[in-house]
Each structure stands twice: as structure tokens, then as C-alpha cells.
């Protein structure tokens, strides 16, 4: 299949004559444009590995990758039976990678319209003249196939107003030179199969854009050579570190595999770790077998560790920390007093303790007095805790002086 466009439009021949809206009148189309200029694009939260701060410093970084010839191939077959162009399938695949990040329903990706522009000279404006806000909703978990269309739509219809953009920068000139009002777009994506295209980062080349200008933090450019598809992405190495723009490569070229196999799956269920990643998350990680005394109980090896490393940190909880040595002198003292109450072997207490320090000094006081703790989660109604209690028949509850008037029936003992 040869992809091809015309008159700078990234979105294939189709797009052009299914828009339909280009040849309505101005008046008609204005107030779609205006709403796409006022309105603030969502933000998209993407992970960083150093945090966002007001005055965001910019520093330009990038990494290349290639798509193989037969990953191409059938993903140019899937866009001809759909009837979009290889871009549009590209760009739809990005954005569930987007939503997987951010964890977002709603993305929103600046794509550009032309290889230059004849908008206003203050090159963030020009930018806008000549930018597409590719809005997608991807919520209900639709198939990837099903996703194609909602982008496609999007795509023919910001395609259908595009000349509007420039004709309201002019129209609706500005008193205060600050342009700090038009939507400012985090993510760009790049199809270069257009004639005139330069290669990676022609775009932002011409228009006179700097990344940093338009508050741009990732961008995707794409490129077919020969039958094959080369990409580049350009991102703020103030925030993210060339691992993870690796990483974030791995999982979209995964996703463009899962994609060609299966169009029909579930944008959810799309796998996007690599075959390595899945074996070392479910394989390597999980692997923590240790060799211990198998004749010791749990509360003996503790102290042993606490004899070890007395002054290390046992257990910590928000602001809260208790040493090895606390937590056992602690429990200790606990322990002494239920074997004063009767705790032993075969001796079951009932554990109601909110998620705290003492949960842990309360644990391991009921083993070193040689019980068996019965727990019992304090925010359950009142009928499921004395169906435990009543099952369990616990003689003695430990729990916190906030908590006692939840057992009325366990007074004294």
C-alpha cells in the first residue's frame, strides 16, 4: 500500500475529501476553533524521574529507533482495511502508550499540519498556526480496531478547521504581547511521509519552534525509508533520563507488535512490558527464597536479628520508627503480660489494631508469648467482627482504647 498525502495533510488523500467541513462557511466554523484555542488541553501526567517545577528548565536530548520492514507491512495492511492512513495508526498506538503511563482517559497530542506556516511571526503563535490538538477519549476500553476510528475522526475533523487557526490569530490580534493564553501542548507526534519533509525535527526547524517555547516535553517523529520506519524521540532531559525514553520505545514498539497481531484486542489488555521485562518482573523480582533455621519460629529469629542489629530500623510507619531493639523491648513487655492472662500454646487472641507501630509490637508480642493471633480488621462492620469472634473464640483481644467500645462482649477478658 503507498502512502501518500496532499497539500500538507498528514492524515492520507482521505482525509481530505471525508472532512467535508473545510468547505463550510467561516461563520459556521469559527466557534469550533475558538473552543480548541481557549480551552487548556489535559494535562498528561506522565511519569518523570525529576519533578515538574514552575520554571521548568529545558534541555534537549533524543533517541532514535527502527520499526522492522514486516512490523510495517502489516501494520500498512491493517490502515488500508480500516481506510486511514499508517500515521493515524501510529498516532492511535502512541496514545494508548500515553494513557498506560498517565493513567489518563483523555489524551491530548499536538501533531503539526504543514511543513511551514503563514501565521504571525512570534514563533509560539506560529506553532499554533500551524499545530493540530488531536483530543482522543479512549474510555470503555474499546479494541485497538475501534480506537482507529475514534482518532481518525479526530483527526478528519481538526484536519477540517485547520485553515481557522491563523485566520483567528489575526483576526483577534493581541494588546499584550504575552501569548501565555494560547493551550501550551506537552506532547508532539510527527508523521513525516508528506512531500517536502526534512527528516527529524524538520518541522519545529521551520516554524522557528524551540521545544521549550510551547512547553513541549516528549516528541515523536517518524519517517518511513524504504520499506522500513525510523523514529525519533526528542525529549527534556531535565525530566526524564535516556533509560526510561528507552523503556518507553520498548513498550511502544511491544504495543505496535500486539497491535498487527490482534487489532480486536481490548486496548486494556494490550501487553506492554517486552518478554525480558515480564520475566524479570514475574521471575527475577519474585525469586526471594532465603535459606533460615527451619527449627526457629519467626519471633526467634527476630531475636536474633535484634541482638544482631540492635539500633536498625525494625519497622517504620508515616513519621514513625521503632530500632530492632524498641520493637522487642516492647514487645516484650507485652508478651510478659498475656502470659499473665493465660496466653500460650494453642491459645488464640483476637488482634483488632489499626494499621500502626503497635500493629507490629502487638504481632509479635502474641508469638512470643507462644499464641496464635486471630485478626481483626477494624473498619469491618460490627456484625462481621462478632461472627469472627463468635467462630474464633478467642480468650483474650488485644486492640487500641479507641477500639474497645466495638466489643462489648469481650469486657475483662
Known amino acids: 500500500m503507498k502512502q501518500k498525502t496532499n497539500d500538507g495533510n498528514p492524515w492520507g488523500k482521505k482525509a481530505v475529501s471525508n472532512a467535508g467541513v473545510s468547505s463550510m462557511p467561516l461563520a459556521e466554523r469559527f466557534p469550533y476553533r475558538k473552543q480548541q484555542l481557549a480551552r487548556t488541553p489535559p494535562n498528561i501526567d506522565l511519569p518523570t524521574d525529576r519533578p515538574r517545577i514552575r520554571e521548568q528548565i529545558y534541555r534537549d536530548a533524543c533517541r532514535s529507533f527502527v520499526l522492522s520492514r514486516k512490523l510495517i507491512s502489516v501494520l500498512k495492511d491493517l490502515s488500508e482495511q480500516e481506510h486511514v492512513d499508517l500515521s493515524v495508526t501510529l498516532l492511535a498506538t502512541f496514545k494508548i502508550l500515553l494513557a498506560r503511563y498517565s493513567r489518563q482517559e483523555e489524551i491530548e497530542v499536538a501533531a503539526p499540519i504543514m511543513a511551514g506556516s503563514q501565521g504571525r511571526n512570534r514563533e509560539v503563535e506560529t506553532f499554533h498556526s500551524c499545530t493540530l490538538a488531536l483530543r482522543t477519549d479512549l474510555s470503555g476500553n474499546p479494541t485497538f480496531r475501534a480506537l482507529l476510528l475514534r482518532v481518525r475522526e479526530v483527526c478528519l475533523t481538526a484536519y477540517g478547521h485547520h485553515d481557522l487557526q491563523s485566520k483567528i490569530l489575526s483576526v483577534e490580534p493581541k494588546a499584550d504581547p504575552d501569548v501565555t493564553d494560547l493551550p501550551f501542548y506537552q506532547v508532539l507526534f510527527v508523521m513525516h511521509n508528506f512531500p517536502g519533509s526534512g527528516g527529524p525535527g524538520a518541522i519545529p526547524d521551520l516554524v522557528g519552534l524551540k521545544p521549550e517555547a510551547v512547553g513541549l516535553e516528549l516528541c515523536l517523529f517518524v519517517w ?23 523503556r518507553l520505545l520498548r513498550h511502544y514498539e511491544t504495543l505496535l507488535k500486539s497491535v498487527a497481531v490482534n487489532p480486536d484486542q481490548l486496548i486494556g489488555t494490550l501487553p506492554l512490558l517486552t518478554r525480558a521485562e515480564r520475566h524479570q518482573l514475574l521471575v527475577e523480582w519474585n525469586n526471594t527464597e532465603t535459606e533460615y533455621p527451619k527449627e526457629r519460629c519467626v519471633h526467634q529469629l527476630f531475636e536474633a536479628q535484634a541482638r544482631n542489629t540492635p ?27 498475656l502470659r499473665q492472662l493465660g496466653v500460650g500454646p494453642d491459645v488464640l487472641v483476637g488482634l483488632c489494631v489499626g494499621r500502626s507501630l503497635e500493629m507490629f509490637v502487638g504481632i509479635l508480642a502474641i508469638l512470643k508469648a507462644g499464641g496464635a493471633y486471630v485478626p481483626l480488621e477494624p473498619t469491618y462492620p460490627g456484625e462481621r467482627l462478632s461472627m469472627i469472634l463468635s467462630e474464633a473464640q478467642p480468650s483474650v483481644l488485644v486492640t487500641q482504647r479507641p477500639l474497645i467500645s466495638r466489643f462489648p462482649n469481650m469486657t475483662g477478658r
Open 311 to 337: 539500633e536498625a530500623v525494625a519497622v517504620a510507619f508515616k513519621d514513625q520508627q521503632l530500632s530492632y531493639r524498641e520493637l522487642n523491648c516492647r514487645a516484650n513487655r507485652v508478651a510478659h503480660y
Open 224 to 246: 518511513e525509508k524504504g520499506e522500513s520506519l525510523e523514529g525519533v524521540v526528542k525529549y527534556n532531559a531535565e525530566l526524564f533520563d535516556a533509560s526510561t525514553i528507552e
